[in-house]
C-alpha cells in the first residue's frame, strides 16, 4: 500500500479520516468519523467508547474473520441478529420426549395424533382426538390438565424456529407408518374454567413419513419448519401418529433448535 510521502493534500484528502469537533479532536461526545471530503461512515467514537451505526443496515454491519478469512463474529443490523461462529449469539434448544412404557401408551389408538412431553415432563402423551392428516386446531381441556400442562412450551419471548431434530424407536418387531408434527396455538392464560384451552391451531414443522420396521433400528429424522416466526405468548407441541394399527410403544427423543429474534 503507498504512502502519504509523496502525495499532495489535494490528491489524498478524500480518503483520510477524520471527526468534526472545530480542530478540537477526540473528546468526551461520541462523533461520526467521516473520510475527508465529508462523507460519514458507520464508525463514531470518542475518549472512552466506539458505536457502530450504519446508514443503511448490513447483514454484515461488523464482521470478525480468522486469517483464513472464515467468519468468527458477525453483526446484522437488517435483523438485529448477532453469530458467533457461524450459530446465532442467543441460539437456544427445546426438548420433547417420552418413552415407550406399556403404561405410557395404553390404549394408544391406530391413526391417531398425540402429544409428547416437554422438555423431560413424566406424563403421558396426550390424545389430541384427530385421526386426519394433522393434528386437531384446537383443544378444549375436560380432564385432562395434566396432561396438556406437560406437553406444552409455552413461548416466552418472541422466537425464530431454525431446524427440528427427532429420533423415535419401537419395542417390537413390527412397527408402522410415522409421522411428526409441530404444531403453534393460542392458548388461554386466564384462570377460569376455560384456561389452558387451544385453539387456532397451525403445522409450523411437517416430517415426512416413516416407515418404521421394528425395534432392530432407531429412526432419525429432521425437519425444517414451514413457519419460522413463533410470537410470544403462543403454545407449541410436537405431535406423534402411528398409522394403520399399533404394533409397537414408542420412544420419541425431538430436539428444537430456536433463537430469540
Given amino acids: 500500500m503507498a504512502g502519504l510521502r509523496t502525495k499532495t493534500p489535494s490528491g489524498t484528502f478524500g480518503d483520510l479520516l477524520k471527526v468534526e469537533n472545530s480542530n478540537s479532536g477526540v473528546d468526551d461526545t461520541s462523533r461520526q468519523v467521516e473520510s475527508g471530503d465529508g462523507t460519514g461512515s458507520a464508525l463514531y467514537i470518542e475518549k472512552n467508547s466506539v458505536k457502530i451505526q450504519p446508514t443503511v443496515d448490513d447483514v454484515g454491519a461488523l464482521l470478525v474473520k480468522d486469517k483464513d478469512g472464515n467468519r468468527v463474529f458477525g453483526v446484522d443490523t437488517s435483523n438485529d441478529l448477532i453469530t458467533v461462529v457461524g450459530h446465532y449469539a442467543n441460539t437456544q434448544y427445546a426438548h420433547f420426549g417420552i418413552g415407550s412404557g406399556d403404561s405410557v401408551w395404553a390404549g394408544a389408538a391406530a391413526g391417531t395424533h398425540y402429544a409428547v412431553p416437554f422438555n423431560g415432563m413424566a406424563v ?15 383443544y378444549t381441556i375436560a380432564t385432562t390438565g395434566d396432561s396438556l400442562a406437560g406437553c406444552l412450551w409455552y413461548v416466552i419471548d418472541d422466537i425464530t424456529l431454525d431446524n427440528i431434530v427427532w429420533w423415535h424407536g419401537g419395542d417390537a418387531g413390527t412397527g408402522e407408518v410415522i409421522r ?29 413419513d416413516i416407515t418404521n420396521a421394528g425395534y432392530e433400528q432407531a429412526y432419525y429424522q429432521t425437519i425444517s419448519p414451514s413457519t419460522a416466526n413463533i410470537d410470544s405468548g403462543k403454545a407449541l407441541l410436537f405431535f406423534f401418529r402411528a398409522d394403520s394399527t399399533v404394533n409397537s410403544d414408542y420412544t420419541i427423543n425431538a430436539t428444537v433448535k430456536y433463537h430469540l429474534r
Fill in 124 to 138: 403421558q402423551a396426550l390424545v389430541s382426538g384427530s385421526t386426519g392428516t394433522d393434528p386437531v386446531t384446537s
Fill in 180 to 208: 411428526a408434527h409441530l404444531v403453534q396455538y393460542d392458548i388461554v392464560i386466564s384462570s377460569g374454567a376455560t384456561s389452558g384451552d387451544l385453539s387456532s391451531g397451525t403445522v409450523v414443522a411437517s416430517g415426512a
